[in-house]
């Protein structure tokens, strides 16, 4: 079945830690978004691609970075991970931006010990 | 600006009951709708939208909503809920002149379906 796949599920690094998170479709979509959630609050978008041209929202910290090599996959690079960035990543990706639903993976559990 | 809103934090029902989880949401223009379910530690999944046409919109697992123009509205409906609805409920709305075909999520609605 196409679908969003988040690798790993749950990942755990310490303070300080650079950590890659990693999602990849079998959709062949063009646009895919990265989303932290905290806590059953409403996901937060961080950034996402249309194709190659890449946005990144005004509030996202310069810690996070992200890549897309290829239409299939995303990686999410948190530089210096600190206390406040454990959450929930969700890796979601969409056929345009126009009248399509997005479709999420299962998503990472990032602890930050 | 895009906002939307869900008045409930948490919805409690009976298990056999009618559903509803209400939306509310203010956009420039004829606004794209969509609502969203979110089992514990899992993604989002997409249960159904609005884009144009009838306001009696139907999805996935049973599911429904009005979208209704005046009042602002795109309330999540199901006639009978099942304790396997209980869940995270989140309603979006996308503008539909952004390009990027970004979301703006309400805080999300908590469903506890009792037997």
């Known amino acids: 079945d196409a679908m969003v796949i988040q690798n790993p599920r749950y990942q755990v690094t310490q303070f300080g830690k650079p950590v890659t998170l990693s999602c990849s479709q079998t959709l062949n979509h063009n646009v895919m978004y990265w989303y932290q959630q905290k806590s059953s609050q409403a996901p937060k978008l961080l950034f996402h691609?249309?194709?190659?041209?890449?946005?990144n929202e005004a509030d996202t910290p310069d810690n996070f970075q992200s890549r897309r090599p290829n239409t299939s996959f995303c990686f999410l690079d948190i530089r210096s991970p600190g206390l406040g960035d454990a959450a929930m990543y969700l890796c979601?990706?969409?056929?345009?931006?126009?009248?399509?639903?997005?479709?999420f993976g299962p998503g990472t559990r990032l602890t930050v010990t | 600006a895009q906002s939307v809103a869900q008045p409930e934090d948490q919805v409690n029902v009976a298990e056999g009951n009618p559903l509803t989880v209400k939306c509310t949401y203010s956009?420039?223009?004829?606004?794209?709708l969509f609502w969203y379910v979110q089992y514990p530690n899992r993604g989002l999944q997409f249960l159904l939208k609005y884009i144009t046409g009838d306001n009696l919109v139907k999805g996935s697992y049973g599911f429904e909503a009005e979208f209704n123009k005046s009042q602002t509205s795109f309330h999540l409906k199901k006639p009978s809920a099942l304790v396997s609805d209980s869940a995270l409920y989140f309603c979006a709305v996308r503008d539909p002149t952004d390009s990027w075909g970004k979301l703006q999520f309400g805080a999300g609605t908590q469903v506890v379906v009792t037997p």
């Open positions: 691609y249309y194709d190659k041209d890449f946005n």
């Open positions: 979601a990706t969409s056929r345009d931006g126009g009248t399509y639903e997005q479709y």
């Open positions: 956009v420039s223009g004829n606004p794209y």
